[in-house]
């Protein structure tokens, strides 16, 4: 379904999000063929550029040339202090506390559909567009997020905590098309950044070693790497660099009467500051059949006490059928119809009908309640029990 946009002639100028990419660039370009009054917009969120990584300089050339080719003016503005309040004194937080926190989703809520929108209206614009891969349907009844036309690049997990009234002043022109159609539109407009390679991994971050930018903020405290037994089989770096199902990097290697296979990170436990590992990616401890969820924030009215529906528990997955009803203690339990792997404590649990997006929270604890309670480890009982299922 194609979004329905407004009467240009009965709105005043849309302010694009130019980020430097091609997505952004056909974005506005998409506005500027419908007639729109468009004008671009460059914001940076960090400022440490003297190492290497960060892009912003590069990136603001690409906007400004792509601006140039469109023959539309490039406005630019800094909220690094309000990324540093809002999203990155959060991120370092929960890596703190040994969850996987998720800023793009803080970043979208906090920075760039509000003070970023906030920005947009003082300098007269009556529209945000980004290039985002989604999709919105403008209602009588409020306005609806929807998954963007090309499964493999859909967003709205992304954008699920925006505020609805944000949302309303929002376009997405590139959510009916697939990457390959941006990419050609962009090519045959002649817009210089038509083959430039989609950005990865967060956004202050850039390429650099995880683990080296983690340690500039957090200390690195080593512990015991354990097995499920409390087998003492190596020393991790600090908990807050590993995740739960992580392969890569646990430098442990082969041991001893254990089988010849892969380990993955199964728990952290930090009162003892040790990380638990299995071997087997299907290993009950790494596999939940239910979660709760905490922070909710849903578009729309409130969910009802109890509803079907799907869930995706990070960016990319296949849509999960679950049932959502009422935690315990607060918030809801996810109770999965088929045990997913690697659910993991910080991280967006977004929730949908169909297409629509209903929106999300943030994942609290998970269980397992095929899990034998001989199997289980008391050290870390409370990040992954059976009880309560």
Avoid at 83 to 89: G, I, W
Avoid at 203 to 231: A, H, K, M, N
């Amino acid at each position: 379904m194609r979004e329905a946009l407004p009467d240009p002639k009965s709105t005043g100028p849309v302010i694009v999000g130019m980020s430097g990419g091609v997505d952004s660039a056909v974005a506005a370009l998409l506005l500027q063929r419908s007639a729109y009054q468009v004008q671009g917009l460059f914001m940076s969120n960090w400022e440490e550029n003297d190492d290497g990584y960060c892009t912003a300089a590069a990136d603001f050339q690409d906007a400004r040339r792509v601006c140039e080719v469109l023959g539309i003016p490039l406005h630019r503005v800094s909220f690094a202090a309000q990324y540093r309040e809002r999203v990155f004194a959060h991120f370092l937080r929960e890596y703190a506390a040994g969850r996987t926190p998720n800023p793009d989703v803080l970043c979208n809520r906090e920075i760039k559909f509000g003070v970023c929108l906030d920005y947009m209206q003082r300098l007269g614009g009556a529209w945000i567009a980004t290039g985002h891969y989604a999709r919105l349907r403008h209602t009588s009844g409020g306005t609806e997020l929807l998954k963007a036309a090309d499964a493999e690049k859909d967003q709205s997990y992304f954008l699920h905590a925006v505020a609805r009234e944000a949302l309303a002043k929002t376009l997405f022109p590139i959510g009916e098309l697939r990457k390959g159609e941006v990419r050609r539109q962009a090519h045959a407009a002649g817009l210089p950044v038509f083959d430039k390679p989609d950005s990865t991994g967060i956004c202050f971050i850039g390429e650099r070693p995880f683990q080296d930018f983690l340690s500039r903020y957090l200390p690195s405290v080593p512990g015991p790497i354990e097995t499920e037994r409390g087998e003492v089989i190596g020393e991790h770096a600090g908990l807050s660099v590993y995740t739960l199902g992580q392969r890569s990097g646990l430098k442990v290697g082969g041991r001893a009467g254990a089988a010849a296979a892969p380990w993955y990170v199964a728990a952290k436990e930090p009162q003892r500051n040790a990380l638990i590992v299995v071997q087997r990616q299907d290993h009950p401890l790494l596999v939940s059949d239910s979660f709760d969820v905490e922070q909710l924030q849903w578009l729309g009215s409130p969910a009802p006490m109890e509803f079907e529906c799907a869930v995706k528990t990070r960016y990319r997955q296949a849509d999960l059928a679950c049932t959502v009803r009422p935690a315990p203690n607060a918030g809801v339990r996810v109770i999965l119809s088929e045990p997913a792997r690697a659910v993991t404590p910080g991280q967006y649990a977004v929730f949908y009908s169909g297409e629509r997006c209903l929106g999300g929270g943030v994942i609290a604890q998970r269980f397992n309640s095929r899990l034998a309670p001989a199997a289980r480890v008391i050290a870390y009982n409370a990040l992954f029990t059976a009880e309560g299922s």
